[in-house]
Structure formats: C-alpha cells, structure tokens
Nanobody, 119 residues
C-alpha cells in the first residue's frame, strides 16, 4: 500500500555532514508521522527522529542540536540533515512512515541506507 524509497548515506569524516531523503508513495493518509530509525551491528534499533504531518518533531538525545528532520507534505518527502557527525552515528538508517489504515496503526519502511562516519 505504501512504498518508501530513501537516498543518501555514504562515508563521511567525523564532523562532516550528510542529508538523507525519503519519498513515500501509495495510499498515504493526510495524517501521518514520518521518521528515521537506525541500527548498528550488535545494537538495538532506535528511533532517531520523526516528524508529524503537522510539523511536530522528536529527536533522541544523542542527536539533538546536530540532526534536523523536515518534510514536504505535498511531495510526501522527509529529510534528515545530519551535521557534526560522530563515529557513533555509524549505522543503517531506515525511513519510516506510520499511519492508521486497515483499522490500525501500520508501519512502512524504506530499504535502509548505510551511513559510515570514519576518518
């Protein structure tokens, strides 16, 4: 019903910046939340940031002041601007959309993109 395609990621030096983009298509409701999760090897998947269709944002403590998420509702796109990157930010980043359909809240996921922060 919903497909997410994310682009970006790559190798960057500590202190550098990257921007991730995600585009959603399909049966997307007006009210939804789009966000970014990440998972490093041997670690639990964690929510990094999300943003509602109304513009309310959440950031996990470790990225506050460094990452910014934004969205363009008309394009069904969400972005994650990452600055001052640290080695501990290295992970696979997944785009997520959550909305109420089929009588329940459902999650849809992008394919993931690798972000590596290393000198």
């Amino acid at each position: 019903q919903v497909q997410l395609v994310e682009v970006g990621g790559g190798l960057v030096q500590p202190g550098g910046s990257l921007r991730l983009s995600c585009t959603a298509s399909g049966n997307i409701f007006t009210s939804n939340t789009m966000g970014w999760y990440r998972q490093a090897p041997g670690k639990q998947r964690e929510l990094v940031a999300n943003i509602t269709s109304g513009g309310s944002t959440y950031y996990t403590d470790s990225v506050k002041g460094r990452f910014t998420t934004s969205r363009e509702n008309a394009k069904n796109m969400v972005y994650l601007q990452m600055t001052s990157l640290k080695p501990e930010d290295t992970a696979v980043y997944y785009c997520n959309l959550n909305q109420i359909d089929f009588w329940r809240a459902n999650d849809y996921w992008g394919q993931g993109t690798q972000v590596t922060v290393s000198s």
